[in-house]
């Protein structure tokens, strides 16, 4: 009498007299996974659980963190340029007055990320 694991095509082997299910992991992508896919990662490990287990049975999580990580990146250089030019700071500023054109430029790059994090990575 066949289990419903057989039934379903599964198969065992045997391991110490021990019938052990054998499992295969679909194919995953190898893409490198940048900073925002990484916190990304650690965000759906922590506060996430389910989904994360299931991208990455259905081999999945790899192109997904990828996926994330463009679009973190992507959001950044639209947003940059645009907090950039709605504060007025130009090249004008970092001639005259370079400390002032560095403390707003990461001020800038501060706010966009916490943006991105917001709408992009932690969801």
Known sequence: MKTLYEQLGGTYR??????????????????????????????????????YTTLLIEGKL???LHEIDLEANE??????PRLTAERGIDENMKALDMLR????????????????LREVVLV
């Open 14 to 51: 045997e391991e110490n007299g021990r019938l052990i299910p054998e499992i295969k992991l679909p194919e995953q992508t190898d893409y490198q996974i940048g900073k925002y896919g990484r916190m990304h990662l650690d965000y759906i490990k922590q506060h996430r659980r389910g989904r």
């Open 62 to 64: 790899n192109t997904r």
């Open 75 to 80: 959001m950044l250089e639209t947003i940059i």
């Open 101 to 116: 054109w560095v403390t707003e430029m990461n001020n800038i790059k501060a706010n966009a990320e916490e943006i991105v």
